[in-house]
């Protein structure tokens, strides 16, 4: 009886480990894939921009700064999310909602003017009809991205419904 509650004391050990091993391995999986649209979507729009070698590595260089930027403020917008979410279901007339739904407001203002920020120096560094096709391209590319993870949920689903 003891081996047996030793035993089974080990597998429950185990298994929690292998379990946080395998999201582990499928979170890398998540962001290697993540990094490879990146990329893909960084040579296709050097491409359709025309970018000289030069250009590129500065243009890249301003779009990875608007990018970091605007994932800080979204982190900082889902914090606050959070909190909200903490509160509301601690106590679902919590007080101090208002002032936590004001801050995501001047969050999304902020994101709003980091937008505005990154479009007018890149309109500075580009031509009209290259900033012009950029923003085309961003559109397009976002929409095809989004058209291929639904597919893909399709066929995933019907997996399951087989």
Not at 108 to 128: A, G, I, N, P, T
Request: charged share 40%.
């Amino acid at each position: 009886m003891k081996q047996l509650m030793i035993l089974c004391l080990l597998l429950l050990s185990v298994w929690p480990a292998q379990y946080a091993d395998a999201q582990s391995r499928d979170r890398r999986g998540r962001k290697e894939g993540i990094d490879r649209v990146e990329h893909l979507k960084q040579m296709r729009l050097i491409e359709e921009l025309n970018l000289t070698e030069e250009d590129a590595v500065r243009f890249m260089a301003k779009r990875k700064e608007h990018e970091e930027r605007m994932r800080e403020l979204a982190g900082e917008r889902n914090s606050i999310l959070d909190g909200m979410e903490a509160k509301l279901e601690s106590q679902p007339e919590a007080a101090g909602i208002e002032r936590e739904a004001s801050r995501v407001l001047d969050q999304d203002r902020k994101m709003f003017e980091e937008r505005r920020r990154y479009q007018e120096e890149m309109l500075k560094f580009l031509s009209v009809d290259k900033f012009a096709r950029m923003l085309i391209f961003e559109r397009d590319f976002q929409t095809q991205v989004r058209n291929a993870m639904g597919k893909n949920l399709k066929k995933q689903s019907s997996k399951f419904d087989e």
